[in-house]
């Protein structure tokens, strides 16, 4: 018998495809079957009647539905997305699917710094009906600004609506559970806490949620190596740089997983996670190779934001190399820097931050990853007594008494 799927059944019946998926849950449509992701209808099926009244359907009010043409949680990082410049043409794309397009617009707006547009789109979308993966966007942008602003109340209402997502199955119950988990990590700072790797049904997600997957996991990797380095968490038999050094041998193959799955997104974040872990261990050539493409990838659609929020890795380098691509785009990143230290500051009262120089700052964050003076010395090709004279001013303004203490004020 021939089947067609419930998009296409949808399509013919005028209907969203979640009312048909839930047609096929409660058994209203005979011979439907499903196929993993995927709801296969005969081609000659009926329609299943309303039930309603007449009267009652004139009091239902129809609200927009947003259905991911992609099934991941961040529509912005999945193949959808694949190549620089094309930014405003997948906006143009959706255009049969507005909602969708406020989505990605939303995503894209954060990406590139704009919090305030970003939130003028997304906050209205909490209200509007969404299948399961619109309903995940929608929340995970949400607890992305919310983040960035150090928002405590948005952040809980980003949180409650994932939690509040229809799951059809016990298996979208475990994939809102893992969501949830990946972004409480980017709050936590016990890497103790952070379990939500240890999911065992990876090989069971959609192809789509592989690129979000793969950079969270790189962002998680490179966490335990920052905080093993500063000494504020231990791991069996590595210690110091140890991770760091393992880092990039790691996440390597994941940037040529993103490049084939074709998710511009995830390969920009994840190149400059990788970008800053070998000019931690000082290889300088491989550092800048991936900070050059990072920032290829990003300048054609002004991706500004993600580079802000990633320069606190890189300080003047990024400013550096950015001039040489677009002077206008390195001017921009550094004063979105600013102001999202500001808008940190403001919430956490902690002003010592913005107190240290550039030179401080990188100092302070080499320090605080267990590097020596004369090692740091050596990486910034200055004296070691202007190192040990930088130490000693960091200490004062900071108030702090040991190295290890500098990554409390650093980003």
């Excluded at 299943?48 to 961040?74: C, F, H, L, N, W």
């Amino acid at each position: 018998m021939d089947k067609i799927t419930a998009k296409q059944a949808a399509e013919m019946w005028g209907v969203s495809e979640r009312t048909v998926q839930d047609y096929c849950i409660k058994g209203r449509i005979p011979g439907a079957e499903r196929w993993g992701r995927t709801w296969m209808i005969p081609a000659d099926a009926e329609k299943p009647k309303d039930g309603r009244s007449k009267s009652a359907k004139r009091t239902v009010e129809r609200k927009p539905y947003i259905s991911m043409p992609k099934q991941t949680p961040q529509i912005l990082m999945s193949s959808f997305y694949s190549k620089p410049g094309t930014a405003e043409e997948c906006i143009k794309s959706l255009s049969d699917s507005p909602e969708t397009a406020a989505v990605f617009e939303g995503w894209l707006a954060f990406s590139r710094g704009d919090l305030t547009r970003a939130l003028d789109v997304v906050l209205p979308l909490l209200d509007v009906e969404g299948d399961f993966y619109g309903t995940l966007n929608m929340g995970m942008l949400t607890m992305a600004c919310a983040i960035w602003k150090n928002d405590a109340a948005l952040w809980r209402t980003g949180r409650v609506h994932i939690s509040a997502v229809a799951c059809t199955d016990e298996y979208e119950r475990k994939i809102r559970d893992l969501w949830l988990g990946i972004n409480d990590a980017g709050v936590l700072t016990n890497i103790q806490n952070l379990n939500w790797y240890s999911w065992s049904e990876f090989d069971k997600l959609p192809e789509d949620s592989l690129p979000a997957i793969w950079f969270n996991y790189a962002r998680h990797l490179h966490k335990i190596g920052t905080y093993l380095a500063r000494g504020e968490t231990t791991f069996p038999d590595i210690q110091g740089l140890g991770m760091m050094r393992m880092y990039p041998y790691l996440v390597e193959p994941l940037i040529v997983q993103v490049n084939r799955a074709g998710s511009l997104f995830a390969e920009l974040c994840i190149r400059l996670l990788c970008a800053g872990a070998y000019l931690n261990i000082g290889m300088q050539e491989a550092g800048l190779h991936h900070l050059d493409v990072a920032l290829n990838l990003a300048v054609p659609d002004k991706l500004y934001g993600v580079l802000a929020e990633f320069r606190g890795m890189f300080n003047t380098l990024m400013d550096d190399r950015l001039d040489r691509i677009d002077p206008e785009a390195a001017k921009v990143v550094k004063k979105l820097y600013k102001d999202m230290l500001a808008n940190w500051n403001d919430m956490t009262n902690r002003s010592v931050t913005i107190t240290l120089s550039e030179r401080q700052s990188e100092i302070a964050r080499l320090a605080s990853l267990g590097l020596t003076n004369e090692e740091i010395a050596d990486r910034l090709h200055v004296s070691f007594h202007t190192v040990k004279s930088t130490i000693s001013m960091i200490m004062n303004k900071t108030g702090t008494s040991k190295r290890s203490e500098f990554s409390k004020h650093i980003f």
